[in-house]
């Protein structure tokens, strides 16, 4: 048994903290989880999984549980022992903590109590000799958070840039997995484009100055059409940029109109549309299951129902084989529904694996 296994590992004082841990109802609000640590797992640590069989389990004349739920309930125990090692070791590391901390105040934008903490962080990274792994995976998640926040001026923004791709090198140099397991994966942000790019862009050169300059234009400037103008002449003319590097940047800016259409703005998807668009005609488009039903989405909220006709047909056989034909179907069948054909829409759906 996992659980038994995995018990039989802490020391006296560790159980007890255990046992303390699961009886906080904010923490825990299942009480047999509570009866079994004490009534079945605590005074039986060195039982088998093979003492046990299939029978019924009893603790005594007031317990009796199924093999079923026996086996559930351990499941949530271990479940919460693995809470409570992630936040004991989280206590060990007063690094961690406070990035922990700082990460989960900057999701809330509760900007005027992590400031403190990033402050903190800092003047410990500035005290700091040496640096494990766990350290270094941590910072780098601090360093991301500041750059989703979207609330960084541009120098600052350039600055930490720099850092994050120097932590980048320092934990590949340093770490055992640096072969299997990339940084960059350890935190997926909005702004995943310029990671990307600091693979093979020197950082600080005229490229990626202008390539972050036209994005913050966007993402800062009130006149969204002439600066989705700006992104496609930039596109159009920067051939030094890879057709995976200009994708990037249309799903970058694209993302980000998204989740300001999401809120309410409508108007927006014609301009994420246009992008899209663009990209098309110009072929710097990778295309995947859930791009192809937005692009045919995005042009009926546009009014251009035939062109989304025209898209889903032609760019079908571009899906991967295994989900091309329901995708296909699901995307034409939404397509007659904003362009009101009902019958076909119908028709259409009867195709769609769901």
């Known amino acids: 048994m996992k659980i038994v296994n995995a018990l039989e590992t802490l020391s006296d004082k560790e159980l007890n903290e255990f046992n303390e841990f699961i009886q906080i109802t904010f923490l825990n609000s299942n009480k047999d989880i509570i009866t079994l640590l004490n009534e079945y797992l605590l005074p039986n640590l060195s039982i088998t999984k093979k003492k046990l069989?299939?029978?019924?389990?009893?603790f005594c004349k007031e317990y009796e549980w199924s093999d079923i739920k026996f086996r559930k309930e351990?499941?949530?125990?271990?479940?919460?022992?693995?809470?409570?090692?992630?936040?004991?070791?989280?206590?060990?590391?007063?690094?961690?903590?406070?990035?922990?901390?700082?990460?989960?105040?900057?999701?809330?934008?509760?900007?005027?109590?992590?400031?403190?903490?990033?402050?903190?962080?800092?003047?410990?990274k500035e005290e700091r000799t040496s640096w494990s792994e766990i350290?270094?995976?941590?910072?780098?998640?601090?360093?991301?958070?500041?750059?989703?926040s979207n609330q960084l001026p541009p120098i600052e923004s350039l600055k930490v840039y720099a850092e994050i791709e120097q932590v980048r090198r320092e934990f590949?140099?340093?770490?055992?997995?640096?072969?299997?397991?990339?940084?960059?994966?350890?935190?997926?942000?909005?702004?995943?484009?310029?990671?990307?790019?600091?693979?093979?862009?020197?950082?600080?050169?005229?490229?990626?100055?202008?390539?972050?300059?036209?994005?913050?234009?966007?993402?800062?400037?009130n006149n969204i059409e002439t600066n989705i103008v700006d992104v496609?002449?930039?596109?159009?003319?920067?051939?030094?940029?890879?057709?995976?590097?200009?994708?990037?940047?249309?799903?970058?800016?694209?993302?980000?109109?998204?989740s300001r259409l999401n809120k309410g703005e409508i108007h927006l998807a014609r301009h994420i549309y246009s992008l899209y668009r663009f990209a098309i005609e110009n072929s710097i488009l990778i295309l995947y299951v859930a791009n192809y039903r937005n692009i045919a989405y995005l042009a009926c909220k546009a009014g251009e129902y035939q062109w989304a006709l025209n898209?889903?047909?032609?760019?079908?056989?571009?899906?991967?084989?295994?989900?091309?034909?329901?995708?296909?179907?699901?995307t034409k069948a939404r397509t007659f529904w904003y362009a009101q054909k009902w019958e076909n829409a119908i028709e259409t759906l009867r195709n769609v694996e769901y």
């Open 172 to 221: 590949l140099k340093l770490s055992t997995l640096s072969s299997k397991l990339d940084l960059e994966n350890l935190k997926q942000g909005n702004f995943e484009l310029t990671t990307e790019l600091y693979r093979e862009i020197t950082p600080f050169n005229n490229n990626l100055k202008e390539v972050y300059k036209k994005i913050k234009d966007l993402f800062d400037g």
């Open 74 to 124: 351990c499941h949530n125990t271990l479940e919460l022992l693995i809470d409570y090692i992630n936040l004991k070791r989280s206590k060990q590391s007063t690094l961690r903590k406070k990035i922990h901390d700082y990460v989960a105040l900057s999701e809330r934008n509760w900007e005027f109590i992590s400031s403190r903490y990033k402050k903190a962080i800092i003047n410990e």
């Open 311 to 330: 898209f889903v047909e032609k760019y079908k056989d571009h899906l991967p084989i295994d989900e091309q034909e329901s995708a296909y179907s699901f």
């Open 53 to 58: 069989g299939n029978n019924k389990i009893q």
């Open 135 to 148: 350290d270094l995976a941590d910072y780098y998640i601090f360093l991301k958070t500041q750059i989703d």
């Open 232 to 258: 496609k002449n930039f596109l159009f003319s920067n051939d030094s940029l890879s057709k995976t590097h200009k994708h990037k940047i249309i799903e970058q800016c694209n993302g980000y109109l998204a």
